[in-house]
């Protein structure tokens, strides 16, 4: 009876219905029939549908599994197409696109369940599926399960079925890797080959015999291949192509290579090919080194570094070595290259010198050489020596290391100048030369407030000069604030042997803020006598006397008497260089009597250092209502005279 019949819905469990197992007998078969097509076209498989009428068939599902590498479905949506009006079909890939299932789906998913009419559905449902191999390719039939309008288990059957591809008369074409991929040949030092073989490997999949030309490459002359144009008979085996680099230059190298070809489904494959030229990265520097000195003094040194650094296309440089020629014997060498190979990342020292033997002026060119595929592989470093017979001799007022104290200065002025007088004494060498100041400069944790406002740099101080009295460097300090200690140090290099020399620099900031008031702290502000009811204000008047920098109120607080307040500022309040703020107190009274308080305010500079805590008295007072009261002899002397005014007034107006 309809009314007995189960809903669809109660036969949903895991896929659409109850897990089926072996059946005997059948009650539903599905016939798969088998298609052929070409290679990269599509073909349509269809299936029937028969059941066994007294099992009152309500739905069923099977599954089609297929090879994802040969096939892909194209179109689903049609696995139901001729489904009875009662039911629905469901048609979808379980396990995501291309995964290799294709499930079927025919249920009444309207309750109460109907049964499936008529009872056979000729060709009831396709699947279209692009051929993408050539060859028989299976459809596993798997997964049937079915159930009658009552929910019971419905035997099913079906069989596999094949598609045949086929390129008819015509030659195929596949690779590994396949088209479109990249070969990555990695590094490959300047110069040397990396060959891979095979790179790519080609196979026949048509009827006919597989024609390929040779590898044709692009632009580049960085990639070759010794394989010779080809063919593959109908059937026949692989053939692999090898594919070589050599770089011509360093860095990232890129071509690509095509395999034209007789194919019906890809004649002109192309490839990617990348590879990395690798070369030294030798770096020498300087490049250029003066060395000064004199006579007796320790010989003058210096050095330069002879690095490979790793920059993604570093070799290691080979047959490293130093050449110089006999040009000024005065000038060492102290070889330090390790060995003569300069591996990527290291880095070695080479140390020259000049002796002090002798004055003159010496000139040696060493020339550093490795081995480099991309050329030159050299590098000229020259090394001037100037030895001198002289000694300078610096002398300064204050002496070198004394320290440039500016002391307290007002924030956001400049001060004044001090400064550093130089001179050139004969104390400690004979001859004396002439003393050459060659640089002077600030540095320090606070070096932007000072400025070296007279620079000596260039300055000559003939020998047997001392100190002149007249600052050859001058030094000012502009604060940046009012409450902090700069510091930093003024160095001055010269041709002196001592040199540099240094001098600390230090200097305060400073404020001008000044407070004061009207009246002034500690006085009492009196705001005199008011009558019960009555209000009045008083002002206690705060001024700044600095001329640079300001004061702020940061708070005002008043105790005592409920009866007098703070109306104003509102705090913080700024009390700017040369100007005032108003505080404003009121005092109103309900009653008779003396009302106090104490006003006490803290006033700060503009960088937070509290300056001064003032305080005021504040009073004011309640007056008394006085009613004035008669006595008995005044309440008679009231009543005569007015008698007596009513009678003078009567008298004026008879007349």
């Known amino acids: 009876m309809v009314s007995a019949k189960k809903t669809i819905a109660a036969l949903i469990a895991g896929g659409l219905f109850t ?10 078969n599905i016939t798969v029939g088998n298609e052929s097509g070409a290679v990269g076209g599509t073909v349509t498989v269809m299936y029937d549908y028969a059941g066994d009428d007294a099992d009152d068939v309500g739905g069923f599902q099977f599954d089609l599994l297929y090879d994802p590498m040969a096939l892909t479905p194209t179109d689903v949506s049609t696995c139901g197409a001729n489904a009875p009006a009662t039911h629905t079909p469901s048609c979808t890939e379980p396990g995501g696109a291309g995964n290799g299932t294709v499930r079927t789906i025919i249920a009444d998913f309207t309750p109460p369940t109907d049964e499936i009419m008529p009872v056979a559905i000729p060709m009831f449902g396709s ?58 040949f990695g ?67 890129a071509d690509t290579v095509n395999l034209d070809n007789n194919s019906v489904n890809s004649p002109t494959p192309s490839y990617d090919l990348t590879c990395s030229g690798l070369s030294p990265n030798v770096m020498v520097a300087p490049t250029m080194i003066t060395l000064n000195g004199v006579i007796g003094l320790a010989d003058p040194s210096d050095s330069f570094t002879v690095s490979n650094p790793q920059d993604g296309f570093a070799s290691a440089a080979q047959n490293a070595a130093l050449a110089s020629a006999p040009d000024a014997p005065e000038i060492t060498i102290d070889d330090g290259l390790d060995d003569a190979t300069i591996a990527v990342d290291e880095t ?5 010198s000049c002796s002090t033997a002798a004055a003159g002026s010496f000139t040696e060119t060493i020339t550093v050489t490795w081995d480099d595929p991309v050329g030159p592989g050299t590098q000229d470093v020259v090394v001037n020596c100037t030895i001198i017979n002289e000694i300078p001799e610096y002398e300064s007022v204050p002496a070198e290391g004394s320290t440039l104290d500016f002391g307290p200065v007002l924030d956001g002025t400049t001060s004044a100048p001090l400064g550093i007088d130089i001179g050139n004494t004969d104390t400690d060498a004979v001859p004396n030369g002439t003393l050459s ?66 001098y600390p620099l230090s200097c305060e900031g400073d404020s001008d803020a000044a407070f004061d008031s009207n009246p002034a702290p500690g006085s009492t502000l009196d705001l005199g006598f008011l009558l019960p ?39 913080p309040a700024t009390i700017p260089a040369g100007g005032s703020v108003d505080v404003v107190v009121n005092c109103a009274v309900t009653a008779p009597g003396l009302f106090t308080a104490s006003l006490s305010c803290d006033i700060q500079d503009v960088q937070g250092a509290t300056v001064i805590t003032p305080t005021y008295d504040i009073r004011c007072t309640g007056a008394a209502v006085e009613v004035p009261t008669l006595s008995r002899f005044g309440l008679i002397a009231l009543v005569m005279t007015l008698m007596l005014g009513g009678f003078i007034a009567f008298r004026l107006r008879q007349n």
């Not at 897990?19 to 539903?28: R, S």
């Not at 070695?348 to 020259?352: E, K, M, Q």
């Not at 009811?533 to 002002?539: E, I, L, P």
Request: hydrophobic share 35%; glycine share 12%; proline share 7%.
């Open 533 to 571: 009811g009555m209000d009045t204000d008083g002002t206690i008047t705060f001024s700044n006397t600095g001329t640079s920098n300001d004061l702020t109120a940061d708070s005002c607080t008043l105790t005592g008497d409920p009866e007098i307040t703070l109306v104003s500022p509102t705090f």
């Open 19 to 28: 897990a089926g197992t072996a059946f005997a007998g059948t009650g539903i």
């Open 348 to 352: 070695d020292t080479v140390t020259v």
């Open 437 to 502: 100041i060659t640089g002077a400069s600030i540095a320090g944790p606070n070096a932007a407030v000072f400025t070296l406002v007279t620079d000596p740099t260039g300055d000559m101080f003939p020998a047997n000069t001392g100190p002149d009295g007249t600052d050859d460097a001058e030094v000012t300090c502009s604060p940046t604030d009012s409450f902090s200690t700069f510091t930093a140090t003024l160095t001055i290099t010269s041709n002196d042997p001592d040199s540099p020399h240094a």
């Open 187 to 253: 590094g490959v030092v300047v110069g040397l080959t990396n060959s891979i073989d095979p790179a790519i490997t080609v196979s026949e999949t048509g009827d006919q015999q597989l024609d390929v030309m040779a590898p044709a490459f692009g632009a580049g002359t960085d990639f070759a291949s010794a394989t010779a144009a080809f063919s593959i008979a109908d059937g026949g085996p692989s053939v692999d192509v090898e594919v070589s680099c050599t770089p011509t230059t360093r860095g990232a190298l």
């Open 127 to 184: 699947i279209t599926f692009m051929i993408n191999q050539s060859g028989v390719h299976t459809l596993t039939f798997s997964n049937p399960v079915g159930a009658d309008v009552t929910g019971a288990n419905v035997p099913m059957a079906g069989n596999n079925a094949t598609v045949t591809g086929t390129i008819v008369g015509a030659a195929g074409y596949a690779s590994v890797p396949a088209p479109g991929a990249t070969v990555d």
